[in-house]
C-alpha cells in the first residue's frame, strides 16, 4: 500500500487507520472541520486533528484524510496506542 491510496483502500481495525494517518504525516494536522465524538468511556470530546486521544480514558481516535467529513469514520486503535 503507497503513502496516498487511503481513500481506496480498506482497513480491517482502528490500528490499520491510525497507522496509515501517522505515515501519511498526518498525525498533527487539522480536521476540515472538528467532529464531536463519543468515546467507548462514554466521554464526548471535540476531534479536532486526524489521530486524537480522549482526555478521559487514553483512547488513540484516528479518522483518514478522505472520510474525515463524517464521524463514523473515525476509529479506534486502542488505549494509548
Not at 487511503?6 to 480536521?31: H, I, P, W
Not at 478521559?56 to 484516528?62: A, Y
Amino acid at each position: 500500500m503507497s503513502s496516498h491510496d487511503g481513500c481506496a483502500a480498506s482497513f480491517e481495525n482502528g490500528q490499520q487507520v491510525v497507522d496509515k494517518v501517522r505515515a501519511m504525516g498526518f498525525t498533527n494536522q487539522y480536521l476540515p472541520v472538528p467532529l464531536e465524538i463519543k468515546c467507548s468511556c462514554g466521554n464526548e470530546f471535540r476531534m479536532e486533528k486526524f489521530e486524537s486521544v480522549c482526555d478521559k480514558c487514553g483512547m488513540v481516535h484516528g479518522v483518514t484524510p478522505c472520510h474525515a467529513f463524517d464521524a463514523n469514520n473515525v476509529k479506534k486503535a486502542g488505549v494509548g496506542y
